[in-house]
């Protein structure tokens, strides 16, 4: 994307939760992230409990989670408070969940443009494309929508070492 400045690390970006909340990704320094692009009608929704699931047990040793909605593939609610009572509702999501982005595209989160170029993979193709963040900053791997958040869970652990 023209003008994106390049950035070594996540740290200088910044998203918006759905209640409105600032999220500086400079407070995560020093912890391990998982960054997910979702969908509340995608049919692999249902990976939203087993985040939820390693959100809870690795939270205390340094796991940070933020899912990122994102309606470009027509699948997400139509606005972010459904978005966020339907995932809590349905699938107990406590982590936190920021307002509606673009993936893909002119107008995309310039944290995805950074993401894609960062795993060294072009385009998001579906929901669920999931990214784990280093303690570094840096980007370890960038998972397929149908990764299941349990196949993760050995990187995760060793992220966190």
């Known amino acids: 994307m023209e003008g994106l400045r390049q950035m070594s690390n996540i740290y200088d970006f910044s998203e918006v939760e759905m209640s409105g909340e ?17 969908a509340s009608k995608c049919g ?9 699931a390693l959100y ?13 909605p ?9 606005s972010d408070e459904e978005t966020s009572e339907y995932c809590q509702m349905h699938y107990g999501v406590t ?13 995309e989160d310039p944290l995805f443009t950074y993401l894609k170029e960062a795993a060294g993979h072009g385009r998001i193709k579906w929901n669920f494309t999931k990214f784990l963040i280093g303690r ?3 980007v370890i791997d960038r998972y397929a929508p149908t990764t299941k958040p349990e196949k993760i869970e050995p990187d995760i652990v060793s992220a966190l070492g």
């Not at 994102?70 to 139509?78: A, D, I, P, T």
């Open 22 to 38: 600032k999220i500086n990704f400079s407070d995560y320094k020093g912890k391990v992230v998982l960054i997910v692009n979702t």
């Open 44 to 52: 692999l929704a249902p990976q939203l409990e087993g985040i939820e």
């Open 56 to 68: 809870k047990k690795y939270h205390d040793q340094g796991l940070e989670v933020l899912g990122l």
């Open 70 to 78: 994102s309606n470009q593939f027509h699948q997400e609610l139509g």
């Open 95 to 107: 982590f936190p969940m920021t307002k509606q982005i673009k993936v893909n595209g002119d107008d």
């Open 136 to 138: 570094d900053g840096q």
